[in-house]
């Protein structure tokens, strides 16, 4: 069963910068949208960042002006550069796709990302 795959979580001060990444573990329909979620210890899952196949983007207030979500739609691939981090960005950090087939949606397994103060 093919799953996204997230990659590039870790433990990093405040103020430093996190590059995620996020590919299928194998051949999906191309996109409609691709995102990344995330969920703090403790409390909901929240959205942060979607991008649509032809490139716009939104942003959840919290993290405008200093994460940035791209894509690549020949890897179907979504990347989020995550920039002047703050404890309060840590969370395990999820993508998802948004497909028109079967099975519609596909997330993935969450990776760690943990900002120092």
């Known amino acids: 069963q093919v799953q996204l795959v997230e990659s590039g979580g870790g433990l990093v001060q405040a103020g430093g910068s996190l590059r995620l990444s996020c590919a299928p573990s194998?051949?999906?329909?191309?996109?409609?949208?691709m995102g990344w979620y995330r969920q703090a210890l403790g409390k909901e899952r929240e959205f942060v960042a979607g991008?649509?196949?032809?490139?716009?983007?939104n942003y959840a207030e919290s993290v405008k002006g200093r994460f940035t979500i791209s894509r690549d739609n020949a890897k179907n691939t979504v990347y989020l550069q995550m920039n002047s981090l703050k404890p309060e960005d840590t969370a395990v950090f999820y993508c998802?796709?948004?497909?028109?087939?079967?099975?519609?949606?596909?997330w993935g397994q969450g990776t760690q990302v943990t900002v120092s103060s």
């Open positions: 991008i649509t196949r032809g490139g716009s983007t």
């Open positions: 998802n796709a948004a497909v028109s087939t079967l099975p519609y949606i596909y």
């Open positions: 194998g051949s999906i329909s191309s996109p409609n949208t």
